[in-house]
Nanobody, 124 residues
Framework: QVQLVESGGGLVQAGGSLRLSCAAS????????VGWWRQAPGKEREFIAI????????YYPDSVKGRFTVSRDNAKKRGYLQINSLKPEDTAVYFC?????????????????WGQGTQVTVSS
């Protein structure tokens, strides 16, 4: 079992940066890849990043590539998502999630565990 809790969201001006954290409990965090998703009001949940179990591989869809950076610290059982050059359209609830198979990271239903989300609001 892995429990995930996101933090670090908030209200930020356009052009600013945020670093979101994903704190995990449970002994097997390092066995899972960690994905990040977001959901804007009235929209479906969107895949935005994934990092494999040891941090050696990452993947971003083209929509966020260059502004988002995912990382992890297995010793601290934490995942991180750095977001730079924030835009109003980045406003959403951001979720971290754990998945056994890194290669299936773009598929929401393949994830084993989800956090409750943290709100990011970007003002123009």
């Amino acid at each position: 079992q892995v429990q995930l809790v996101e933090s670090g969201g908030g209200l930020v001006q356009a052009g600013g940066s945020l670093r979101l954290s994903c704190a995990a409990s449970g002994r097997t965090f390092s066995h899972y890849a960690v994905g990040w998703w977001r959901q804007a009001p009235g929209k479906e949940r969107e895949f935005i990043a994934i990092i494999n179990y040891d941090g050696e591989s990452t993947y971003y869809p083209d929509s966020v590539k260059g502004r988002f950076t995912v990382s992890r610290d297995n010793a601290k059982k934490r995942g991180y998502l750095q977001i730079n050059s924030l835009k109003p359209e980045d406003t959403a609830v951001y979720f971290c999630a754990a998945i056994s198979d890194y290669g299936l990271g773009a598929y929401e239903k393949e994830y084993d565990y989800w956090g409750q989300g943290t709100q990011v609001t970007v003002s123009s």
